[in-house]
């Protein structure tokens, strides 16, 4: 990770919130200083509380709005997708 400022961060809506797998894997990082852009799959929750999760497990990173999309939905929305994570770590 060394060198990198930003990552957009997948991961599907488990319960509320971010499954503990992705947690393991952002502990064993250096999110010091690096912009997490959430980008969250869901059958209907949206973001949940993964958003303010992620704020309070790693406050040394930079954790911009999340992007919610449908997992249904996720094979189309690409265009959008990118769009979004663009912006969230310009
Ligand atoms: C263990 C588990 C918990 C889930 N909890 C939620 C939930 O709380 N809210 C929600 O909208 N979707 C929930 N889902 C649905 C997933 O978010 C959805 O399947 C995923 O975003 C789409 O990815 P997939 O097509 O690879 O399954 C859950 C799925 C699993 C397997």
Redesign the pocket.
Known sequence: MAGVDAIVLGY?????TVPMAVKTFLDAIDLDGVTIAPLC??????L?GSVGDLRRSYPAANVVEGLSVR?TD?KSSTRKAVAWAKKAIA
């Open positions: 599907p809506n488990w319960w509320g799959t869901n059958e209907g929750s949206g949940g997992g996720a």
